[in-house]
């Protein structure tokens, strides 16, 4: 059944109050409160006991610039510390050439294209030999250091009295425990109005706060210094002399705060806080990347937090994270155990309410590093967000552009969180400056192009690892999350003044680089690699899906804007000859390749050439290109790395398979998700967090066809709950309300007038519409 409502409208969002721990609550206690179902518990990560591995256990809060993982120890406490901006490598590197060719190929990629019309297929390795070389200065990004809080009366071991938890609707992580008569509680959070760390440190009893912080870094490229209740840390990266500095001011209620070597004391107070604040003088501006000296911001920043106090810092954190966090909530019939976090998760799969509030909470997890690890201000989140422990991270924690970064956005627009996006598109932005270089000297074209990974400093050329090095089809990829935006919130001038100009000029690029294929006169990419398995080709099944994509939506976009005719004539005659990347091959699959090459025995972890079907809008349910999907991801199996399952999620929801979604969130909880609930590829790898998230959504709420999909791909395993204010693509925020598995209620808020259709197969007629603006019912089949 098919409702159709018109309505101008605003969308209304209500903050719910939420209770927050009492000092000195012990870890039983706690558990009660848990067992109670306490609303207050519902939202939170709890162990009990400390982190000993910072991948596996540490509890990670952040404002998008600044990261922290909190490991709750006792006899020194230790606060890993992140500032997302300090990086090596890049200009001040030796030898930084942006992954451009360092000496002219002239004729090297017209001789790959002639040798793949002529053999069909070429080796990864012959093909890196001919365009790859080797990285110079790429760099990495880096720990700024660990803060440490050193306890010399303080339990050595936890006992029954001890908690850490890490609340995700507030943003706030604590550590409490009993020791010698007095209950000790900790507090963190992460700022992004004010931009500092602050922790607070409290007793039951007067005089019994005593500790030593300090500051630590595997790197020896800095100074400590004391003075007064501040400390003051400055240094310069060897490998490239970028500048940064952190600065903590410490402050005490009662007792005394002295400074020493390097140190800041605090002896008997009653209670004591600190605030943290660090920055680089790294700019995302081509080609130097650099900017102004941190140092006055980041006094400023500490000055005036110290000047607002602990009160209304912690006030203000809560109300900015809060208006973001609470637009969203989903209820799936869960029940809140009495488990510790870990031990819920090692328990889960018994197909109890207990596996239904794991699964809930990792929904909202999702969201919570999302606004923890991208705000205006900041480059966009990493391959780990904004967290990381070592100067060497896999894969250098980069910007890797064939899937990980653009999944890492998945649920930013269907989840509420649309302002998480402002450093992608300025990131994205920004590589078109160093692209333009690299489509000029290894394409000899116009446009802008990046391959298969970057970095801050505009890395949009290549390397020599053969399986890896060539995807040049990644600056279309990024776009496509821009245009979305667009999608969900109508802004023409965004899309003039943001997004189009991003689009068109990828979009030139293409026109400029496709190519025509001797076996049957279509255009196509070439040369061409499915990531990151087999032969390069020409017209590899994903580099086709995802031009089509771009040329589609720049088209869209052009369109609207009224852009020249010409151009518009362009794209549609490119279109018309472009080789759309829809095959079906011997054995009903949907082809990977041109050619029918799939081997039915492949489980890769990449199914890239499902690109149409999900994140594109190429392929519908139920079309024949549907079906063929259907049967290559069922080859594929249901195994792979985390970010793998977390996209099958998706793949599935599009297919309306909920069930089949279900068994592959449940399949990435039971063995790809670590004890503190990050995805691990392994090893650590954010972006299967924010594909999970993306697949639930995807699951209850669907519109990249026009019409809005209520509940298209509900499991059996949720028959009844509800979820508030997703999401859909015109400007639509839904609440949905179902009960034995069909919607019972939806609430629609327009946030612009046009005409919004809604359908669902689990809709049989008489079921309500509210408009919740106008207080006006609608009944299906009216």
């Not at 070429?122 to 720990?143: C, D, H, N, R």
């Not at 080709?537 to 088209?555: F, H, K, R, W």
């Not at 609207?560 to 759309?580: E, I, K, Y």
């Not at 709420?701 to 028959?719: D, F, K, N, T």
Request: include cysteine.
């Amino acid at each position: 059944m098919t409702g159709d409502i018109t309505r101008r409208a605003t969308v209304k969002t209500a903050l719910a109050a939420a209770g927050a721990l009492t000092l000195g609550t012990p870890a039983l206690a706690y558990a009660a409160r848990r067992a109670a179902a306490d609303p207050g518990d519902a939202w939170r990560l709890w162990y009990d006991k400390p982190a000993a591995d910072w991948e596996r256990e540490s509890l990670p809060l952040g404002n998008g610039a600044l990261g922290v993982g909190v490991f709750g120890t006792l006899g020194s406490e230790k606060l890993t510390l992140n500032e997302k901006t300090l990086w090596t490598g890049g200009p001040g590197a030796g030898g930084y050439d942006f992954g451009n060719w360092r000496e002219p190929r002239p004729g090297a990629l017209e001789a790959v294209q002639d040798r793949l019309d002529a053999e069909g297929q070429l080796s990864p390795e012959t093909v890196a030999q001919q365009l790859g070389q080797g990285k110079q200065g790429f760099g990495a990004y880096q720990i700024l250091g660990e803060l440490l809080l050193d306890h010399p009366s303080a339990p050595g071991g936890p006992d029954g009295s001890y908690w850490r938890d890490l609340d995700i609707a507030e943003g706030v992580a604590a550590v409490a425990y009993a020791h010698e008569g007095a209950d000790h509680r900790r507090e963190y959070f992460v700022s992004y109005p004010d931009s500092v760390v602050v922790g607070r440190l409290t007793a039951s009893q007067p005089g019994r706060v005593s500790f030593t912080l300090r500051y630590t870094s595997p790197r020896n490229d800095f100074q400590a210094s004391a003075s007064g209740d501040r400390l003051t840390i400055r240094g310069t990266l060897q490998d490239n002399g970028l500048v940064f500095e952190a600065q903590i001011r410490l402050l005490s209620d009662g007792g005394s705060v002295s400074a020493g070597n390097g140190s800041l004391t605090v002896n008997g107070a009653n209670s004591a806080w600190f605030v943290l604040s660090a920055g680089t003088d790294y700019a995302d501006t081509y080609p130097d990347y650099r900017g102004a000296d941190p140092h006055d911001r980041v006094t400023g920043a500490v000055d005036q937090a110290v000047q607002a106090g602990h009160g209304t810092l912690r006030e203000r954190h809560v109300a900015d994270h809060r208006g973001l966090f609470d637009r969203v909530a989903l209820d799936i019939g869960q029940q809140q155990p009495a488990q510790t976090t870990d031990r819920q998760l090692a328990g889960y799969g018994s197909g109890s309410g207990a596996d239904r509030a794991l699964e809930a909470l990792f929904f909202q997890y999702g969201r919570y590093l999302l606004i923890a690890s991208s705000r205006a201000g900041s480059t966009p989140a990493n391959l780990q967000g904004v967290w990381n422990n070592v100067t060497n991270p896999p894969w250098s924690a980069d910007y890797h552009v064939n899937i990980n970064l653009q999944m890492n956005y998945w649920p930013a627009e269907v989840t509420n969180l649309a302002e998480t996006t402002g450093p992608y598109d300025d990131f994205v932005d920004a590589l078109r400056a160093p692209g333009r270089v690299s489509a000029q000297e290894i394409y000899e074209s116009g446009g802008w192009v990046v391959h298969n990974e970057t970095n801050p400093y505009g890395f949009t050329g290549v390397h020599n690892w053969a399986s890896s090095f060539w995807f040049p089809e990644a600056a279309a990829w990024l776009t496509q999350q821009m245009y979305e935006h667009y999608l969900f919130d109508g802004s023409t001038d965004y899309l003039r003044n943001t997004a189009y100009p991003v689009m068109k000029e990828a979009s030139e690029f293409w026109l400029a680089n496709l190519r025509t294929d001797p076996r049957d006169g279509k255009l196509v990419v070439t040369p061409s690699y499915s990531p990151e398995q087999g032969n390069f080709t020409a017209g590899c099944s994903m580099s086709q899906q995802i031009v089509y994509d771009l040329l589609t939506n720049t088209l869209e976009a052009a369109q609207t804007l009224g852009d020249s005719p010409d151009f518009r004539t362009r794209l549609q005659d490119t279109l018309a000859d472009l080789d759309p990347g829809l095959r079906i091959g011997s054995w009903g699959q949907l082809q990977e390749w041109k050619a029918d090459l799939d081997d039915q025995n492949n489980d890769h972890r990449h199914v890239s050439h499902l690109f149409g079907l999900h994140p594109g809008r190429q392929i519908e349910v139920g079309s024949q290109w549907a079906e063929a999907a259907k049967v290559s991801l069922t080859a594929r199996g249901d195994g792979g790395t985390g970010w793998s399952k977390a996209w099958k999620i998706n793949f599935w929801a599009r297919l309306t398979d909920g069930n089949h979604a279900h068994k592959m969130l449940s399949e990435q909880l039971k063995s790809s998700t670590l004890p503190n609930l990050w995805d691990t590829h392994p090893p650590f790898q954010i972006d299967g967090n924010f594909g999970a998230t993306s697949g639930i959504a995807e699951m209850l709420l669907q519109s990249q066809h026009g019409p809005i999909e209520v509940l298209p791909a509900l499991p059996g395993a949720w028959p009844a709950g509800s979820v508030t204010g997703l999401r859909a693509r015109g400007g639509a925020t839904l609440d949905v309300t179902w009960s034995g598995g069909r919607a019972t209620r939806i609430a629609l808020h327009a946030s612009r007038t046009r005409q919004l259709t809604l359908r669902s197969s689990l809709l049989p007629g008489g079921e309500q519409v509210i408009d919740a603006v106008a207080g006006q019912t609608y009944t299906f089949g009216d």
